[in-house]
């Protein structure tokens, strides 16, 4: 342990919030934590689901008959885990007995690079623990068989907004909400740069 603290303590550091992801800081810079490798070396590219499949989705569940309901989950990233080796250098507000000590951080956090890989990967899991799977147009527009086995249910994931379309969606919803905190629940009026109006006709 000795000197794996030796080690972080000896490291590049690098400041997160500088416009340049990898500005390198001081070694005796203390108020910073820092990456031991390169993110540079993780993956971070991730697909979000396309403009033209929400707009067709809508097509599809007017003649259908589908509700729609559109959402945002809270705290997003913090349900899954970095692939990043990151640490941090504890602050006063965690008490004299943590003061200065190192922090190894494991959470997926805002404004590292993997993060939104790492929850699309874990949202993924969740939607298939649910019977979803992934279109073959659109991998990030997901369909399953409907409780009356007879009409589809959809979602649409963009990061952490989703849109789902159902025959019964308060139900689709209770079951993602076992997994995650979600708010602002309502049908949609804005999703992804579209608005939507929706008229007698």
Same mark, same amino acid.
């Given at each position: ?6 080690? +972080?303590?000896?490291? @590049?550091? *690098?400041? *997160? ?38 707009? +067709? ?9 589908? $509700?729609?309901?559109?959402? $945002? ?18 602050? %006063? @507000?965690?008490? %004299? ?11 997926? +956090? ?8 790492? *929850? !699309? ?17 659109? !991998?990030? /527009? ?5 409780? $009356? ?8 994931? !963009? ?13 689709? /919803? ?12 309502? %049908? ?14």
């Amino acid at each position: 342990m000795a000197l794996e603290i030796k080690a +972080l303590n000896e490291m @590049e550091r *690098f400041d *997160f919030r500088d416009s340049h992801p990898l500005q390198r800081l001081p070694k005796d810079n203390p108020s910073h934590g820092g990456h031991l490798v390169d993110i540079l070396d993780n993956e971070i590219y991730l697909s979000n689901t396309k403009d033209i499949s929400v707009k +067709l989705q809508h097509d599809i569940s007017q003649n259908a008959g589908l $509700d729609a309901l559109c959402r $945002d989950i809270g705290n997003v990233y913090i349900n899954t885990h970095t692939k990043e080796k990151v640490h941090a250098v504890e602050g %006063p @507000e965690l008490g %004299p007995g943590l003061e200065g000590k190192i922090g190894i951080i494991y959470k997926a +956090l805002y404004e590292l690079a993997t993060s939104c890989v790492q *929850f !699309h990967a874990h949202l993924s899991d969740t939607l298939r623990g649910i019977e979803f799977r992934p279109t073959r147009f659109d !991998h990030d /527009m997901w369909i399953r068989l409907g409780a $009356d086995k007879k009409s589809y249910e959809y979602i649409c994931t !963009h990061i952490d907004d989703f849109c789902i379309f159902s025959k019964q969606t308060d139900d689709v /919803m209770a079951q993602i909400k076992v997994a995650y905190r979600v708010k602002l629940i309502g %049908p949609p009026k804005y999703y992804l740069g579209n608005d939507f109006k929706c008229n007698s006709k």
